[in-house]
Every structure is written in C-alpha cells, then in structure tokens.
Nanobody
Framework: LQLVESGGGLVQPGGSLRLSCTASGFTSDYYVIGWFRQAPGKEREGVSCISTSDGKTYYADSVKGRFTISRDNAKNTVYLQMNSLKPEDTAVYYC??????????????????????????WGQGTQVTVSS
C-alpha cells in the first residue's frame, strides 16, 4: 500500500485533532492499519490499530479513552480522532499497514521495537505538537 497522512498541527493541551491516513494500492480486503508515534529521542510506538475488514480496534493504554480510530472504506481512509491532548502526545505520527494474519488484538499489542517490522508500508508522518 501507499499511505499518506494529514491533519497534524499545533494544538493547546486539552484540545483535539483528527489525523487522516489515505491508502492506495489495496490487493486484499484484509489489512490491519495502525497509527504510530515517535517523540524526539524516544522509540517509535504503536498507538492504535484497526482491521479494514471488520473494523475491530486496539488502543495502547496511554491513549485509551482519548483517541478513537475509525475507517471509511469508501474513501480508503483511516482516521485517528485525538481528544484531551497532552504535551506528552507531541510526536510525529505515522500510519502503517500490514496484511492481517491474526486478530487486531494479537497483532497490535505492545507495538514497539522489532514488532514494528511486521508493518511493511509506512506513510511519511505528520507532526503533532501539543503546547500552550
């Protein structure tokens, strides 16, 4: 897949942003698309994932209850609605995809380090800065 992110920007603490990830080049109905982030000096980490086939989702504990991932298959787009943003959410946000081979829960838990390598298509990233 080819993936393009958009929607990043500067927002005050407590504010909201919606990121978009538009994909092209689908060869199957069964992908997992994830949102990841990398803060300066920190390791890239998984934030949330969604199955393109059944819409099941996964969230990292750090964003559960604040972020919502969704998909619009007609537009080939996955969204990440981010509410109640905190300064520690500041990072470059990436979307990535992989053909699904297990449940979203199994594929997306603890997405750090070498586990990121299972995602084989990545977007270029979009900066999110949370600051007053």
């Amino acid at each position: 897949l080819q993936l393009v992110e958009s929607g990043g920007g500067l927002v005050q603490p407590g504010g909201s942003l919606r990121l978009s990830c538009t994909a092209s080049g689908f060869t199957s109905d069964y992908y997992v698309i994830g949102w990841f982030r990398q803060a300066p000096g920190k390791e890239r980490e998984g934030v949330s994932c969604i199955s393109t086939s059944d819409g099941k989702t996964y969230y990292a504990d750090s964003v559960k209850g604040r972020f919502t991932i969704s998909r619009d298959n007609a537009k080939n787009t996955v969204y990440l609605q981010m509410n109640s943003l905190k300064p520690e959410d500041t990072a470059v946000y990436y979307c990535a995809s992989v053909l699904a081979f297990a449940t979203v829960q199994a594929m997306c838990v603890s997405l750090t380090g070498s586990r990121l390598q299972m995602f084989d298509s990545w977007g270029q990233g979009t900066q999110v800065t949370v600051s007053s």
